[in-house]
């Protein structure tokens, strides 16, 4: 959730103890944890002076191959290597390009999700991050419009394997939500209440996925933010808890206003609400502290909630802050779609672009983006 810089070849300093036994970065002063690699507040790179947890969950175990299925005229389905991300080249067994000799990222690295061809996700671990702490996890049925999950949860830096716990908490959401397909009582407002009921409901499982994948005894216990949206037909139902972000982004020139529908969970946040401009907000100090999150020492993971009716063409965009650090304002990341968007409205194409202009301005945190196309 913020900077980190990549360590020297001579080992960075440790932290310093201060006279109320916590430690203060040696670079800007700021606390930090006595396990933490880089501080949280200036990104400066610090030597641990305790050791972290290496839980790992048991979807974990076997990391998802760098590869892709695509069938045959006769309808075989055929594996096959992803190419070269810098190249094109063919990756070899030993993990680097056979042509450039570039590392193939790992699929926690960098992953696409696209379970129907108007609904897609892109998750990268961006440009200055040592791991992808973030996570998505989608869902949809094949008929655009229908019915489709997106979910997105960012695992926050300061605290332990929030890499393992955002990944486990997006897939029990989404499979909480696609589980779950309350009708209501047959009117709309009973209709939105009952999916709202089930947005709840999927953030409480992944609240339990984050704990589940905590570290018995932790003192800095894995935590991260939630954000999903719930398509069906003209509905997008969605919830949120810390700073990733769910937006309706209607074509340029069609009916309706691009709107950021979540309201974040953070520092900047209830700055902007006391009259700060968001602009001065989302980059002061502490702009992305969040004061709402998953995990086992959460005050309070009960998402807020919202719906909108959708009548004219549009993108409902789920989002790390990885990626709004670049374009918060609704209107600016309508432009950006507009500019980046494929004639053919590809989601996936769409997601991927979005990921490598996050990238091209900096890529300063892992950047994670889920779409459907309406």
């Known amino acids: 959730m913020t900077d980190h810089l990549t360590q020297s070849a001579a080992a960075p300093p440790a932290a310093i103890p201060q006279a109320d036994g916590n430690l203060s970065c040696p670079h800007c002063g700021a606390e930090v944890a006595p396990q933490e690699a880089f501080c949280e507040a200036c990104g400066g790179a610090l ?6 947890s290496t839980v790992q969950p048991d979807e974990m175990a076997a990391p998802i191959e760098i590869t892709r299925s695509i069938k045959t005229e006769d309808e075989e389905t055929v594996v096959v290597a992803r190419p070269c991300a810098n190249c094109g080249g063919v990756i070899g067994a030993d993990g680097y390009c056979e042509t450039c000799g570039t590392k193939a990222p790992t699929e926690r690295d960098h992953y696409t999700e696209q379970p129907a061809l108007w609904v897609a996700a892109c998750c990268d671990v961006g440009v200055r991050h040592h791991r992808n702490e973030d996570a998505t996890a989608v869902a949809a049925e094949p008929t655009p419009r229908s019915r489709a999950v997106l979910v997105v949860c960012d695992g926050v830096s300061t605290s332990l394997d929030s890499d393992v716990a955002s990944l486990a908490a997006a897939r029990r959401a989404r499979d909480v939500l696609v589980a779950h397909r309350p009708a209501g009582l047959g009117t709309p407002a009973s209709r939105v209440a009952a999916i709202t009921g089930a947005v709840v409901k999927a953030a409480a499982e992944a609240n339990a996925a984050v704990i589940e994948n905590t570290a018995p005894g932790s ?35 069609s009916s309706g206003n691009p709107t950021e529908l979540s309201v974040d969970d953070s520092v900047a946040q209830a700055r902007i609400a006391m009259g700060v401009p968001r602009a001065e907000a989302e980059t002061g100090p502490q702009a992305h502290a969040i004061t709402k999150w998953l995990g086992r020492d959460s005050p309070d993971f009960v998402p807020r909630t919202g719906s909108i009716g959708v009548t004219s063409p549009g993108w409902v965009l789920v989002c790390s802050d990885g990626l709004w650090n670049y374009a918060s304002e609704a209107t600016a990341l309508q432009s950006l779609v507009t500019e980046l968007s494929t004639p053919d409205a590809d989601p996936l194409a769409l997601a991927v ?12 945190d892992n950047i994670s983006v889920a779409l459907a196309r309406l």
Do not use: Q
């Not at 216990?221 to 939630?226: D, E, P």
């Not at 672009?353 to 300063?364: F, I, N, P, Q, T």
């Open 353 to 364: 672009a979005l990921v490598d202009w996050a990238k091209s301005r900096g890529g300063k």
């Open 47 to 52: 030597t641990p002076t305790a050791a972290g």
């Open 219 to 253: 003192d800095n216990a894995a935590s991260c933010t939630f954000a999903a949206a719930v398509v069906e037909a003209d509905l997008v139902v969605f919830g949120n808890v810390g700073d990733s972000r769910v937006y309706w982004i209607p074509d340029a020139g």
